[in-house]
């Protein structure tokens, strides 16, 4: 018997739930870019994504055989596919590639273009309705995000690392407002392990590579690759999906306008990284963007 099938309401409140889901994808994801670039020094960007979601997709595959939540119907399973493809194996193949030429600020404002192409498509796709003052919040917030990228002194260019990392942004957009519908039907955890069960498939071919880069790794690249499968991808795209399928896709999407400002102030409490000046104002730009949108009377 399916335990899949629910309706469930999206609400339009922050609730303890829907909070403590936001933060720790927040968090989870803003310490995902440092442990890329550790990464990378001993991976290369496609077999980096293939350990990664290796190492998150067997225990996904184990709840879904542990908890059965039934087998998705076809239109469900190919919005489920998308996910796997775009979401989890192309992201994070587009968004590592990237990562080797454009800087952490750099990137992270262009990453940062995801809640705009979101809450454009779920306006158009979904019928969500992005008011004035949340369109007003979100210009805040990515001009925020630029400030951080400039304060980085590496300075803004459209190369081919910025063009993949824009590819991932568009990648996370998509599957966001496809899958959107499934949490009517589908239980956030249920989603979330199909998506890293059908990307670790997806990215199997690079897995052979991967392990012989891993075994010549030094340390601290074996233990970046480590944490970002059980954190920012096992832990976080679980917390994800709990917060999506609780508020609308426009509004999810820009608390992830939280993820640089944060980073900023990880490396500052871990590595001693002090930020400039243009990064402090910009990420209180951001933040405040974030609280505009969500602002409710």
Request: aromatic share 8%; glycine share 10%; with cysteine.
């Amino acid at each position: 018997m399916s335990i899949a099938a629910v309706d469930r309401p999206v609400r339009t409140s922050v609730d303890a739930v829907t909070a403590a889901s936001v933060l720790v994808t927040i968090l989870a994801w803003a310490s995902a870019f440092p442990a890329i670039r550790a990464g990378l020094q001993a991976f290369g960007p496609v077999e980096l994504g293939a350990l990664r979601f290796a190492i998150a997709g067997v225990p996904a595959a184990a709840f879904l055989v542990l908890t059965r939540p039934g087998w998705p119907s076809l239109p469900d399973f190919l919005r489920l596919a998308t996910g796997g493809v775009l979401f989890v194996a192309l992201y994070t193949a587009l968004l590592n590639m990237g990562e080797t030429t454009v800087s952490a600020g750099a990137a992270s404002f262009i990453i940062n273009t995801n809640p705009i192409i979101t809450a454009g498509l779920a306006m158009a796709l979904l019928g969500e309705r992005f008011g004035a003052r949340a369109w007003a919040g979100t210009a805040l917030s990515f001009l925020g995000i630029g400030l951080i990228a400039l304060g980085e002194g590496g300075g803004l260019r459209i190369d081919t690392g910025a063009l993949l990392i824009l590819g991932a942004a568009l990648c996370t957009s998509v599957t966001t407002v496809v899958q959107k519908p499934l949490f009517s039907r589908h239980r956030p955890l249920a989603v979330s392990a199909w998506n890293m069960a059908l990307g670790a498939l997806v990215l199997g071919p690079w897995l052979p590579q991967a392990a012989a880069e891993f075994s010549a790794a030094a340390p601290q690249a074996r233990w970046a690759a480590v944490y970002l499968g059980l954190v920012p991808s096992l832990v976080a795209y679980g917390t994800w999906a709990v917060a999506l399928s609780r508020l609308p896709a426009s509004r999810a999407s820009n608390f992830m306008y939280c993820v640089p400002p944060v980073a900023t102030l990880l490396g500052f409490l871990w590595l001693g990284e002090v930020p400039t000046p243009l990064g402090i104002v910009g990420g209180a730009m951001a933040l405040a963007g974030v609280a505009v949108v969500n602002w409710r009377r």
